[in-house]
């Protein structure tokens, strides 16, 4: 009976170690002057443990350890307008999903109703499809209101649960997520649905 616990637990510690082998599709060039400190310490009790207060050397572990690691800074304007190497258009996709964001989800509401509120939001106002371009794979594609390839959905996910302070990640294929829920991983597919 001990041996079948270890080796169920071996295999639940397997699946979540798996998630650090996933990406993030944004990996924002997020300056230290519109680095929010506050809520990365506040996100990540080990950080705030380690470094406290100090936003140079929280930005610094966002900068060189966070990203690599998966974590999550918060996305609102000014972060995506300081980014250094920002593609303007791209920039102001990504400013008018703040926008759109902002009608679906409340500050009052929990992780779980933001990620079932983009989900429905997405479902009922972006198509399935592709375009003769590449705007189908990224957020440009729903913004727009053109169809949408399975990676558009994906990355569009991604892009939300950012601005809405969700830690979720682009599975490797590119093609769907992972939402992290009251520290539960759900694997997500928009098409398809929310599977949790």
Same mark, same amino acid.
């Given at each position: 009976?001990?041996?079948?616990?270890?080796?169920?637990?071996?295999?639940?510690?397997?699946?979540?170690?798996? =998630?650090?082998?996933?990406? +993030?599709?944004?990996?924002?060039?997020?300056?230290?002057?519109?680095?929010?400190?506050?809520?990365?310490?506040?996100?990540?009790?080990?950080?705030?443990? %380690?470094?406290?207060?100090?936003?140079?050397?929280?930005?610094?572990?966002? +900068? /060189? /350890?966070?990203?690599?690691?998966?974590?999550?800074?918060?996305?609102?304007?000014?972060?995506?307008?300081?980014?250094?190497? %920002?593609?303007?258009? =791209?920039? %102001?996709? +990504?400013? /008018? %999903?703040?926008? =759109?964001?902002?009608? =679906?989800? $409340?500050?009052?509401?929990?992780?779980?109703?933001?990620?079932?509120?983009?989900?429905?939001?997405?479902?009922?106002?972006? $198509?399935?499809? $592709?375009?003769?371009?590449?705007?189908?794979?990224?957020?440009? &594609?729903?913004?727009?209101?053109?169809?949408?390839?399975?990676?558009?959905?994906?990355?569009?996910?991604?892009?939300?649960?950012?601005?809405?302070?969700?830690?979720?990640?682009?599975?490797?294929?590119?093609?769907?997520?992972?939402?992290?829920?009251?520290?539960?991983?759900?694997?997500?597919?928009?098409? &398809?649905?929310?599977?949790?």
């Amino acid at each position: 009976m001990k041996k079948l616990l270890v080796l169920a637990l071996m295999a639940v510690t397997l699946v979540s170690t798996s =998630i650090t082998a996933e990406a +993030k599709v944004y990996n924002y060039d997020i300056t230290e002057e519109n680095f929010d400190a506050v809520d990365y310490a506040n996100r990540y009790a080990d950080v705030k443990a %380690a470094f406290g207060d100090d936003k140079a050397k929280l930005y610094n572990h966002y +900068k /060189f /350890f966070g990203v690599e690691e998966g974590r999550i800074v918060k996305i609102n304007k000014d972060v995506l307008t300081s980014q250094l190497n %920002a593609e303007s258009d =791209i920039v %102001a996709y +990504k400013i /008018f %999903a703040l926008d =759109i964001l902002k009608t =679906i989800i $409340t500050d009052d509401m929990t992780d779980a109703q933001k990620v079932k509120a983009v989900e429905a939001w997405m479902k009922a106002n972006i $198509t399935q499809g $592709t375009t003769a371009d590449n705007a189908c794979y990224h957020i440009v &594609a729903p913004m727009t209101s053109q169809p949408t390839a399975p990676e558009g959905f994906a990355e569009t996910f991604e892009f939300f649960m950012d601005a809405a302070g969700v830690e979720a990640i682009t599975t490797s294929d590119l093609k769907a997520n992972k939402v992290n829920v009251d520290g539960v991983w759900y694997d997500v597919n928009i098409p &398809a649905g929310i599977l949790y």
